[in-house]
C-alpha cells in the first residue's frame, strides 16, 4: 500500500489484494498468517464488513500498519481546484 489513500472499504480491500499480490502471498498463505480462515480474506478484500480486529491481524501479516491523515485539502490546495480553468 504505497501512499495509497483509501476512502471506503471497497479501495482499502483493493489496497490490501495489491499489497498482498506484490508480496507473492496467496489468500491462503495471509489468511494462514493473519490467523483466519481464506473466506475471511476473500471479504476483507472485497470490502465486505469484517472486524477491526481482522483487519489489524492481516495488516500485520502483511508487514503493514495504519496512520491516520487528515483527507481534506488544504486551504492552498482548495482555492487552486476552485480557480482552475474550465476546459471547453
Do not use: H
Amino acid at each position: 500500500m504505497s501512499n495509497q489513500t483509501s476512502f471506503n472499504p471497497r479501495e482499502l480491500g483493493r489496497a490490501l489484494r495489491a499489497e498482498r499480490r506484490a508480496l507473492g502471498l496467496t489468500q491462503r498463505a495471509l489468511a494462514e498468517s493473519a490467523g483466519y480462515r481464506r473466506q475471511t480474506i476473500v471479504d476483507l478484500e472485497a470490502g465486505r464488513n469484517v472486524s477491526v480486529q481482522t483487519l489489524f491481524a492481516a495488516l500485520s501479516a502483511l508487514g503493514k500498519g495504519l496512520r491516520l491523515m487528515d483527507a481534506r485539502p488544504d486551504p492552498d490546495q482548495l482555492s487552486s481546484l476552485l480557480d482552475a480553468p474550465d476546459e471547453d
